[in-house]
């Protein structure tokens, strides 16, 4: 079936330094993918919507300065958390949709702890 | 503007008694999807289902079932027999399709005792 994957799985860091999480869809083209924080013990929150080829679209409230999305090809979209901080430390989970199907599938997220 | 709304946040059940999880949505489109996820302590989300909002026939699979009553606009979700492998907390969402992304509910945490 059609898998995403997520890297880093979990990644510590020093407060100031940035962080690169990809969301790569193995067996599917993606020309969407969502990018979602999840605190803990809290529900799955939106941050952006990823387009391939295109700027990606924020949230409210979410600033798109300090979390940097490409999306350069069908098959990648990386989220990068610029000069981290602790209030950062999060759980990232992306999805993306089938191009074809449109199906939805998730990564396996990415454990945020920033020091 | 969609909407999601999980009431129970925990629930505590003792190993093979049913449960219910409860998921009322809002939306003013005709055309939508919900889904509900699993969400082990590992973390990943685990796809159960996904229905269109116009296959209102309730589904069975294994242990699952889903009650999916457009009327009171719900989409239930009930184990039977529980095992402790379901405990995880569990995601009821919504999507009204296209390129849109899924709103999910605050989610509840399922509790199965041996």
């Known amino acids: 079936g059609a898998v995403v994957s997520q890297h880093p799985s979990w990644v510590i860091c020093k407060s100031g330094t940035s962080v690169k999480i990809e969301c790569r869809s193995l067996?599917?083209?993606?020309?969407?993918m969502f990018w979602y924080r999840q605190f803990p013990k809290q529900s799955l929150m939106l941050m952006a919507t990823?387009?391939?080829?295109?700027?990606?679209?924020?949230e409210q409230g979410v600033e798109k300065d300090k979390f940097l999305i490409n999306h350069a090809s069908l098959t990648l979209s990386t989220l990068t958390v610029t000069s981290a901080h602790p209030e950062d430390s999060s759980f990232y989970i992306c999805s993306a949709r089938d191009l074809v199907n449109e199906k939805l599938f998730f990564g396996s997220g990415t454990q945020l702890s920033v020091l | 503007a969609q909407k999601v709304t999980q009431a129970q946040t925990e629930i505590s059940v003792v190993e093979k008694e049913d449960v219910t999880l409860d998921c009322v949505y809002e939306?003013?489109?005709?055309?939508?999807?919900l889904f509900w996820y699993k969400q082990p302590p590992s973390g990943e989300l685990v796809f159960l289902i996904r229905r269109n909002s116009f296959d209102e026939q309730n589904e069975i699979s294994g242990r699952y079932s889903w009650n999916f009553q457009k009327s009171t606009s719900s989409f239930n979700f009930t184990i039977t027999a529980s095992q402790v492998v379901d405990s995880a907390v569990y995601f009821c969402?919504?999507?009204?399709?296209?390129?849109?992304?899924?709103?999910f509910g605050k989610g509840t945490r399922l509790s199965v005792i041996a």
């Open positions: 990823s387009n391939e080829g295109s700027k990606a679209t924020y």
């Open positions: 969402a919504l999507s009204v399709s296209g390129n849109t992304p899924l709103v």
């Open positions: 939306t003013r489109d005709t055309t939508y999807y």
């Open positions: 067996d599917f083209q993606a020309t969407t």
